[in-house]
């Protein structure tokens, strides 16, 4: 379910990030159609009964987060972080994002 707040956000963000959060945003919602989405924290967040995915866009590149990324057994050293839960992904200029691994490592952080 797509948030008025969020679209904004995404809309102001320049390029390339916009287009990329655009493009995993209906990812996410193809394969999950009861992702929520919210404003937290000044970053669009998607939720599930819990938040699991953040988007955090900065001029070079944008960053993925997982709320619940150390539940992430599938090749888990792809994954910058070192708190006790949350970890990320960075997505450069190129774009290049694994959807197969990404799905993978949903499913393990909600299950």
Request: hydrophobic share 40%; net charge positive; charged share 25%.
């Amino acid at each position: 379910m797509e948030n008025l707040e969020v679209s904004t956000f995404i809309a102001s963000t320049p390029e390339p990030q916009r287009s990329q959060m655009l493009e995993i945003r209906s990812w996410l919602h193809g394969l999950y159609p009861n992702f929520k989405e919210s404003m937290k924290w000044g970053r669009p967040i998607f939720s599930l009964e819990k938040d699991l995915v953040y988007f955090k866009p900065t001029k070079k590149l944008l960053t993925v987060g997982f709320f619940a990324g150390h539940k992430v057994r599938t090749q888990p050293e792809l994954l910058e972080g070192t708190g006790t839960g949350m970890r990320h992904i960075k997505i450069t200029a190129d774009g290049h994002w694994n959807r197969a691994l990404l799905a993978q490592w949903l499913e393990e952080m909600n299950g």
